[in-house]
């Protein structure tokens, strides 16, 4: 038998498994209410604590004919994941039905906060963009600036709009690009404007810091590209780590180390917290982009 539930959903009431067909054997069953497919997936996804990615896919189909922009496999992948968090939840004894608004403890939703605010302020497009105007400023002046103002626009500027349209057509699950299969595209793109930049500079007589700059990131991403596309490495340390490196070479490098080797561990530690990376993958970012910075530097300045 079927009766009609809130919603509209129909929901099948049949005899209990094992029970005899009689009526004065029937138990009465207990009705649920049926969530409508968009809460369901709300529901889940705020219930989980799943990596960026994974909940960008949850909220898409959480939206009222968001599921009809996804393919067959990204509902798969979606709900694949979800059970394996779920599993994994009930093996470390956590209560995912009282754990609170998001499925977890106090304590971990604090944390993660906090590690989310991290990797959000320190993103790599945000230090692409600020370290050219701080480099331009230290070493010359206003003239500086403005070196910087076009390095900081055509490699992290446009990169960062690019990204966002991405995330806002679909093609990118979130800003930080926690999908390694969308990557190369990115880096290429990228890779092409950096390459431009510096052409530019070269061109147009820019100090030879702000070219060197900008040599940084064109070795960073030689060094860290190449990797992502059978290993996800963290570009949020290895850009963090190469920024550290090269004010270090402007400014006196004891206390420039000393502070970077903090706010760099502590960007490392939040990917590891949201679950966008593991801990090889941040520690393997820091030490190429420092190494790619170190070896640039040395070798134009």
Request: aromatic share 6%; net charge positive.
């Amino acid at each position: 038998m079927r009766v009609t539930v809130e919603g509209g959903d129909l929901l099948d009431v049949g005899r209990p498994r094992g029970e005899p067909t009689g009526l004065l054997r029937r138990r009465p069953q207990r009705l649920h209410t049926v969530r409508p497919h968009h809460e369901r997936r709300q529901h889940l996804t705020d219930r989980l604590d799943v990596p960026a990615a994974t909940r960008a896919r949850g909220h898409r189909l959480a939206r009222p004919g968001g599921a009809a922009s996804l393919t067959q496999g990204d509902r798969r992948v979606f709900w694949n994941h979800a059970r394996t968090c779920i599993r994994r939840r009930r093996r470390k004894g956590d209560n995912v039905a009282s754990a609170g608004p998001s499925g977890l403890p106090a304590d971990r939703q604090t944390e993660n906060r906090f590690a989310r605010g991290v990797t959000e302020v320190f993103a790599p497009a945000h230090l692409v963009m600020g370290l050219p105007l701080i480099v331009g400023a230290i070493t010359g002046g206003w003239a500086g600036i403005g070196w910087g103002a076009l390095a900081a626009g055509l490699c992290g500027g446009i990169p960062l709009i690019v990204i966002v349209a991405g995330v806002r057509s679909g093609r990118f699950a979130d800003k930080h690009i926690t999908d390694r299969a969308h990557r190369p595209w990115l880096i290429g793109v990228i890779l092409a404007l950096v390459i431009i930049t510096m052409t530019l500079m070269v061109t147009l007589g820019a100090p030879p810091v702000m070219v060197a700059g900008v040599a940084v990131m064109l070795a960073t991403l030689t060094v860290t590209g190449p990797i992502t596309f059978w290993w996800k490495i963290s570009f949020h340390t290895a850009v963090a780590a190469g920024s550290v490196v090269t004010l270090a070479w402007i400014l006196p490098p004891v206390p420039v180390y000393a502070a970077g080797i903090v706010l760099t561990a502590a960007i490392a530690w939040s990917r590891v917290v949201i679950r966008d990376h593991t801990p090889a993958q941040t520690i393997a970012g820091a030490v190429g982009g420092g190494a790619a910075s170190w070896l640039t530097l040395t070798a134009l300045l």
